[in-house]
């Protein structure tokens, strides 16, 4: 294994949160594109992934997902962004009581994955909907399935920036290895506008990899071309 391949090895099992169990979340908020670029550019959220859950039509794909939501699932460390901010962000971010003109496909959804979520959801939904100034129509529930989306819908945005993808050929020669990894995550939010290269910069000074990866990484973002 080559040294480019060894740097993102490591940021891709979280290395930089120190070996810390990580947290799961499952949500849909319409479209989900969106949400994993914005939820991929948040300092400790370690990977994202699209798919779909929620339903009971056997293996869902984006052409025929039947009663499944479009739904976004984030692993993060809750010693830096709690599961309670999670849903700030969650429920900040769209509308929850909306219709949806496609069936389940983009309606709001939260599944939960451990009773202590449960309980966290309770507490958060009752300060969003006073926010809100009205209930919040969010369909809750306990986690049981989720199926990953096709590769094209993984860090969508980012792949369509295909000059940023040649440059990262290096550390993902299968674009495959995108979806798991946190500095791809980083990317895919930041090409859609959220967070800045100064925020981005800050935050890759403190991952805790080898200084020489980390020299490498800060220098291919410092002279990506888009």
């Given at each position: 294994?080559?040294?480019?391949?060894?740097?993102?090895?490591?940021?891709?099992?979280?290395?930089?949160?120190?070996?810390?169990?990580?947290?799961?979340?499952?949500?849909?908020?319409?479209?989900?594109?969106?949400?994993?670029?914005?939820?991929?550019?948040?300092?400790?959220?370690?990977?994202?992934?699209?798919?779909?859950?929620?339903?009971?039509?056997?293996?869902?794909?984006?052409?025929?997902?039947?009663?499944?939501?479009?739904?976004?699932?984030?692993?993060?460390?809750?010693?830096?962004?709690?599961?309670?901010?999670?849903?700030?962000?969650?429920?900040?971010?769209?509308?929850?009581?909306?219709?949806?003109?496609?069936?389940?496909?983009?309606?709001?959804?939260?599944?939960?994955?451990?009773?202590?979520?449960?309980?966290?959801?309770?507490?958060?939904?009752?300060?969003?909907?006073?926010?809100?100034?009205?209930?919040?129509?969010?369909?809750?529930?306990?986690?049981?399935?989720f199926t990953p989306a096709e590769e094209r819908h993984q860090k969508y945005y980012l792949k369509r920036y295909p000059k940023a993808l040649e440059q990262t050929a290096e550390l993902y020669p299968n674009p495959a290895l995108l979806?798991?990894?946190?500095?791809?995550?980083?990317?895919?939010?930041?090409?859609?506008?959220?967070?800045?290269?100064?925020?981005?910069?800050?935050?890759?000074?403190?991952?805790?990899?080898?200084?020489?990866?980390?020299?490498?990484?800060?220098?291919?973002?410092?002279?990506?071309?888009?």
């Open positions: 294994m080559g040294f480019q391949q060894k740097t993102i090895k490591k940021i891709e099992e979280g290395l930089y949160q120190n070996g810390r169990p990580l947290e799961l979340a499952t949500f849909g908020m319409g479209c989900f594109w969106g949400p994993e670029a914005r939820f991929g550019s948040i300092p400790g959220v370690v990977r994202t992934r699209v798919g779909f859950a929620g339903g009971t039509f056997p293996s869902p794909t984006y052409r025929s997902m039947g009663d499944h939501t479009e739904t976004v699932q984030i692993e993060f460390d809750p010693l830096m962004i709690s599961y309670a901010e999670v849903l700030r962000e969650f429920w900040q971010n769209h509308y929850p009581n909306r219709d949806n003109y496609k069936g389940r496909q983009y309606i709001s959804l939260l599944h939960y994955h451990t009773e202590q979520q449960r309980r966290t959801i309770d507490v958060i939904k009752e300060e969003m909907e006073l926010q809100l100034g009205e209930l919040i129509e969010t369909e809750i529930s306990p986690f049981s399935q979806t798991d990894s946190t500095f791809a995550a980083r990317l895919n939010g930041f090409v859609k506008g959220f967070g800045t290269k100064a925020g981005m910069l800050e935050e890759m000074a403190q991952w805790n990899i080898d200084e020489q990866e980390k020299a490498y990484l800060i220098d291919l973002f410092s002279k990506m071309k888009w």
